[in-house]
């Protein structure tokens, strides 16, 4: 047995009203993969935020002892010192240094008070074939994909001497090519460098494939610690800790009614905003029926968000070319009014960036998309817009202890749930909903699902983006699968399996 | 009325998604965070945060007039603060606008009361025009530079600030081109009563304006009962209502404020008509932003430019709308001033923007936009005027006043950050 690295003992923090943590503990053994799994609001995140002295000793009660010492951290840099370094899910990279600069950001390369260039991007270009990257180190950030990215925050731990590694949420904005290559080098690097990780993350088959232990925390206390050697550690098995109790189904039943088409696009061409030779969606055709959940799969980057925005009323690219039909008869889109008028909503990816307005209250933004549902003249009917959102907190379930409180204080899948219901507010026909669970908990799923299955049940077609390939073939009646802007193929429930897709892209990535 | 509610298909909805889901759904106890219970400290710094101008501003107040042994609050002094400032009131309410559209200034708005001054100056004692005619001419010219800046503004999409400072150096300079470098003066008396004038009084009440005190009880008389119909009509509905107490003292507060400003108007000339002019633009833009859809638009843009835009608001058209309203303010703003001074100078205005642009900081707007209201930034200007005014009647130079101005304007910026950081 591998000597204990970290013990975090009885930690107990407090916010103003609420005990994010309540006697947690938790120990990590020197060169372990530890994962730390809970819903939202379990403290997770507040944990890694004591252990890394976001939050300074004083502001929490219990003790930190990494190797051996007790420890007071009064701001990061402390922990940095010893080597634990965190990586946030939003990434702390500036775009427009180079990936070298970003590297060494703050733990300069320099002889005296000058930078020192050729020791920067040759240290760090090494760091980056460390992790895998073949880019050079000259590169600006805003030049490589996310998954990059990730790496490279990687890499920058490596530069700062990392020998704990904490990871928030690494693989919530990458494909699964890029999540499986981010956890290989996860692997990697405990076994090469004998780095020991900490990663938070809600992708369970992820936790299962990459982690030693398991500690399981379900609001603000830890409930147990699975160790992969001695216990059961399947998904089911996980969930019960998370939830408290059993989960029987991931994806809720629903008795498919499929009625006519309803709506369709045929050789739908979208030109890049700012690179206008580049076509980031190729001739591309589909087609939804009433009652029926049409998912989109392919790889992050493949055009579907894309393709979806281009339809709500030209919200991204240009010289768009193709035909929209709704209920047989072809309507133009020129404007995203127009589109909400004729019935289309598009459901972000991104809730907080361009989905919701955070500072406002959820009765604000439930009504925002279609004001003049509850306006006459000008004059908002307040008593209206309140009713509508008190209906729509109790049709969706949305956890708040009133309409008037602000979105940005809800949790990630409540705030999902808002802007769900911002859009069926417009009262649409045809709904895409981009990544509609990213980021969200295993319960909040569920229910995003149900909604989803409810909207399909009331005559509405329903077209989801995911880049989670179980959620698709869980949820979908069929399946289109793109690569880089075209429609590569379309398959039936029945036929389509993890396997079928992922060929199908793999030959089209060779050129077939 | 519109409403789904009576579509059939609608109430379908209604039915399944309130049917329960099958029985592999798992229900959730309400997470911490959402809870937000609310502890002593946190409800006490709501408070203090909800209400830290308005204390400001009274304390603010009671010092210079202690300092000043009274003279600060003396009727006639308080009529002269209402003649200086209101016009900065008025600037800041347009600048209120621009900042809710995502913390973007007009930084042009003091040159535009130059110019605007200078316009009406040229009409009226150069060209000889009727003063009505004049008034709607400079109105029509401040909508004109609010189209021309609002153009560059939301359809070619420059900064608001390149903009305007543009602006800043164009108006200025036209200013000087129509004044010739030279002040035009005097008007004529009939422009002068925009400004420096008193509604006339029906019948006094011993020393006392009497229209004043009827004008004034009846405002706290009106006050009142909005503010309690809402409040019951509010209880009745469901909606969540605050503390009553602190509604009460709030109601206290503010009738006492009015009734006091009410008979120390009485005790001089009565009411100005230039605070009827700002009574009607507060009141219109109270309105604005706070009860239509419009409103509601300023405050989405400003809260969050992308989600806006992707619910269907025309962003563009809000930003060309908070631009060209601005400088018609500016306008209003500048034959208000020119009106006072009784003349058109060439430096008229100068430095205005930034009396503005403190008095929206200071009355709680948020420098990223999305937060603030009209209440708040007459608080603000307010707050503002009792400062100058009481600095230049303890004999401050003026470069000491632009220090103590310039702190002030940080320290409450600095005050809101850090409550705000406190409270989460």
Not at chain 1, 26 to 35: F, L, N, R, S, W
Not at chain 2, 85 to 110: E, H, R, Y
Not at chain 2, 307 to 325: D, E, H
Request: proline share 3%.
């Amino acid at each position: 047995m591998s000597r204990t690295l970290l013990e975090m003992k009885n930690i107990t923090k407090l916010f103003p009203g609420v005990r994010a943590l309540d006697n947690v503990n938790i120990d990590v053994k020197e060169g372990e993969v530890h994962a730390i799994v809970g819903e939202n609001g379990a403290g997770k995140s507040t944990l890694m935020n004591v252990l890394s002295g976001v939050y300074p000793y004083g502001s929490y009660e219990g003790t930190i002892t990494y190797d051996g010492e007790e420890c007071r951290f009064s701001k990061i840099r402390d922990s940095e010192k010893l080597g634990i370094v965190i990586i946030h899910q939003e990434l702390a990279l500036v775009p427009y240094l180079t990936i070298g600069e970003n590297i060494f950001l703050g733990n300069e390369r320099s002889n005296a008070s000058f930078i020192n260039w050729d020791a920067t991007f040759h240290e760090a270009d090494e760091l980056l074939r460390k992790v895998g990257l073949l880019e050079n180190s000259r590169t600006l950030i805003k030049d490589i994909s996310v998954g990059k990215q990730q790496l490279v925050e990687i890499a920058k731990a490596l530069g700062k001497n990392v020998r704990l590694l904490i990871l928030d949420e690494p693989t919530a904005s990458l494909n699964d090519v890029d999540s499986r290559k981010l956890l290989d080098l996860i692997l990697l690097l405990k076994k090469e460098a004998g780095i020991t990780s900490i990663i938070i993350s809600h992708k369970l088959e992820e936790i299962n494939y990459v982690a030693d232990r398991i500690t399981i925390l379900r609001d603000g206390s830890t409930i147990e610690t699975l160790d992969k050697a001695a216990d059961d550690i399947s998904e089911p098995r996980i969930v019960r800790g998370m939830v408290g109790r059993e989960m029987v189904d991931r994806y809720p039943q629903r008795n498919v009614a499929i009625g006519n088409e309803c709506f369709s696009v045929s050789n739908w061409t979208v030109r890049h905003p700012v690179f206008l030779d580049r076509l980031v969606v190729k001739n591309a055709s589909f087609n939804v029926r009433q009652g029926e959940i049409v998912g989109f799969a392919g790889l992050m980057g493949a055009g579907r968000s894309e393709l979806a925005k281009s339809i709500f009323g030209r919200a991204y690219g240009h010289y768009i070319s193709g035909t929209i039909f709704k209920n047989g008869a072809e309507i133009a889109l020129p404007s995203i009014r127009r589109a909400i008028e004729n019935g289309i909503a598009y459901i972000t990816e991104d809730r907080k960036g361009d989905g919701l307005i955070l500072s406002e209250s959820i009765t604000e933004n439930i009504t925002l998309a279609k004001m003049d549902k509850v306006t006459s003249g000008i004059f908002v009917d307040k008593d209206l817009e309140r009713q509508s959102a008190l209906d729509y907190r109790d049709k969706l379930r949305i956890k708040t202890p009133s309409v008037e409180q602000k979105v940005g204080n809800l949790s990630g899948g409540n705030q999902q749930k808002v802007l769900v219901s911002k859009w069926m507010f417009t009262d649409p026909d045809v709904l895409f909903l981009d990544e509609p669970t990213r980021g969200i908990d295993v319960g909040a799923k569920y229910e995003i699902y149900t909604i989803m299955n409810n909207l399909a049940a009331a005559g509405k077609a329903v077209i989801m983006i995911s880049s989670d390939l179980q959620e698709v073939l869980g949820m979908c009646d069929r399946i289109y699968v793109m690569y880089e802007g075209r429609i590569i193929g379309e398959l039936p429930r029945e036929e389509a399996s993890q396997e079928v897709i992922m060929s199908l892209i793999l030959l089209a990535s060779k050129g077939a | 009325m519109k409403s789904d509610l009576n579509d059939p298909n609608e109430i379908k909805i209604n039915q399944m998604l309130s049917e329960p889901s099958t029985p592999g759904q798992i229900k959730l106890s309400l997470q911490s965070e959402d809870l937000e219970r609310h502890s002593p400290l946190v409800t006490f710094l709501n408070i203090f945060q909800k209400y830290s101008m308005i204390i400001s501003l009274i304390v603010v107040m009671l010092i210079f007039g202690i300092m000043t042994n009274g003279v600060l609050l003396a009727p006639r002094n308080i009529s002269n603060l209402i003649f200086q400032n209101s016009f900065i009131a008025i600037l800041a309410v347009g600048m209120l606008i621009c900042i809710l559209t995502g913390g973007n200034i007009d930084l042009s708005v003091g040159s535009i009361v130059g110019f605007i001054g200078a316009l009406a100056g040229h009409l009226m004692i150069v060209e000889k025009y009727p003063v009505f005619i004049s008034i709607v001419i400079c109105l029509i010219a401040g909508i004109g530079i609010g189209i021309w800046q609002g153009f560059w503004i939301a359809y070619i999409g420059i900064p608001p600030f390149i903009t305007t400072l543009a602006g800043q150096l164009v108006f200025r300079g036209l200013t000087l081109v129509i004044l010739n470098g030279l002040t035009l003066a005097p008007f004529p008396d009939k422009f002068l009563g925009l400004s420096t004038g008193f509604i006339p009084d029906f019948f006094a009440v011993g020393d006392l304006n009497g229209t004043a005190l009827v004008v004034g009880v009846a405002a706290v008389i009106a006050f009142l009962g909005i503010k309690i119909f809402g409040r019951i009509n509010k209880i009745n509905k469901g909606y969540e209502t605050g503390n009553p107490i602190l509604f009460a003292i709030n109601l206290i507060v503010i009738s006492g404020a009015l009734l006091l400003a009410t008979f120390t108007l009485a005790q001089y000339r009565g009411i100005p008509t230039v605070l009827i002019i700002l009574a009607i633009i507060v009141l219109i833009y109270s309105i604005l932003t706070s009860m239509t859809a419009p409103g509601r638009y300023l405050y989405a843009l400003g809260g969050n430019e992308k989600a806006a835009r992707l619910s269907g608001i025309n962003t563009k058209k809000v930003m060309f709308f908070a631009y060209t309203n601005m400088a018609f303010l500016a306008a209003v703003a500048g034959l208000v001033f020119a009106a006072r001074l009784n003349s058109a100078s060439p430096s008229a205005g100068q430095n205005n923007e930034l009396d503005a642009i403190a008095s929206c900081f200071i009355g709680g707007a948020s420098a990223y936009g999305g937060i603030g209201t009209v209440g708040g930034v007459l608080i603000g200007a307010a707050f503002m005027g009792v400062v100058n005014n009481g600095m230049s009647i303890l004999g401050f130079e003026q470069a000491a006043q632009q220090v103590v101005k310039g702190l002030v304007l940080l320290f409450f910026v600095a005050l809101d950050v850090m409550t705000k950081k406190k409270s989460k």
